[in-house]
């Protein structure tokens, strides 16, 4: 495991890693709430590591952005 990795919360990585993605896609909040069955006030409160989100959240996320769900917790 690098440094990188171990020195940042994976709750940041995931809230990063959600952020750039929907930033990408010129998505709002609420059109990836929607696409992932969420609310937009969960997808701000992971978005600002605010909330720890479960593994079935990351699914939840991960089918949104039709990415792998390891995807979202890559430290880059």
Do not use: H
Request: hydrophobic share 40%; net charge neutral.
């Amino acid at each position: 495991m690098s440094s990188r990795a171990a020195s940042k919360p994976l709750r940041s990585v995931l809230a990063e890693n959600v952020r750039r993605a929907r930033d990408e896609r010129g998505w709002s909040q609420e059109f990836l709430a929607e696409r992932a069955g969420l609310t937009q006030v969960y997808i701000s409160q992971i978005e600002t590591s605010k909330t720890a989100a479960s593994v079935d959240t990351i699914e939840k996320l991960a089918a949104g952005f039709d990415v792998n769900a390891g995807d979202l917790l890559i430290c880059t």
